[in-house]
Nanobody, 133 residues
Framework: QVQLVESGGGLVQPGGSLRLACAAS????????IGWVRQAPGKEREGVSS????????SYADSVKGRLTISSDNVKNTIYLQMNSLKPEDTAVYYC??????????????????????????WGQGTQVTVSS
């Protein structure tokens, strides 16, 4: 059974940093693309970043490029999201999600699809990030 458990959220001042972690179990990271999706109050879900843990190819939403970095530790079966230079508009619940790798479409396009609102198969419970002074 696929299970994703997020941690690392909290309250941080503008300009500060946080590192989110997503512990994956019940499946092999090699077979999935993993993404981070956020949802702010009253807004739709927004894809933030995605990664192919095998190739370490990544994709980012324009709103977070240069500030957020996604990475994977395949030994620990954990995906990280390092968040720097945080802004109040980054306040949201952050979800980790997994999508099986598809044949016939390049990894880069699959990752881009996920950031642009692609369909994830499995979701974590989310972790709250609040950026406020």
């Amino acid at each position: 059974q696929v299970q994703l458990v997020e941690s690392g959220g909290g309250l941080v001042q503008p300009g500060g940093s946080l590192r989110l972690a997503c512990a994956a179990s019940g499946f092999t990271l090699d077979d999935y693309n993993i993404g981070w999706v956020r949802q702010a109050p009253g807004k739709e879900r927004e894809g933030v970043s995605s990664i192919n843990p095998s190739d370490e190819i990544t994709s980012y939403a324009d709103s977070v490029k240069g500030r957020l970095t996604i990475s994977s530790d395949n030994v620990k079966n954990t995906i990280y999201l390092q968040m720097n230079s945080l802004k109040p508009e980054d306040t949201a619940v952050y979800y980790c999600a997994a999508s099986p790798i598809r044949l016939g479409r390049s990894t880069r396009l699959q990752l881009l699809d996920l950031v642009r609102g692609g369909d994830f198969r499995s979701w974590g419970q989310g972790t709250q990030v609040t950026v406020s002074s």
